[in-house]
């Protein structure tokens, strides 16, 4: 499986602001993504720590997990 991308930056890594609003193509980069850290790769919501690998939806809300954690799901799932 493969990391998921950020989908605050879309995968870039960097937060970019408009010079003049709207849909001005002039950009300028204001630093790393916040929601990322400037990996550009989401992070697991529930260890908070790995990139994320794939998302799981429990109750109508969608989760991104990292492998270990989406072990961790599927053993309490089991049970």
Known sequence: M???ACK???GDGREWKSRYGGNDPDVWDVGPCLACAGSG???CEDCGRSEAITERDLRGK???LCGACLNEWDTEESL
């Open 2 to 4: 493969s990391i998921i």
């Open 8 to 10: 605050q930056c879309g």
């Open 41 to 43: 790769n989401k992070t």
């Open 62 to 64: 969608v989760y991104f």
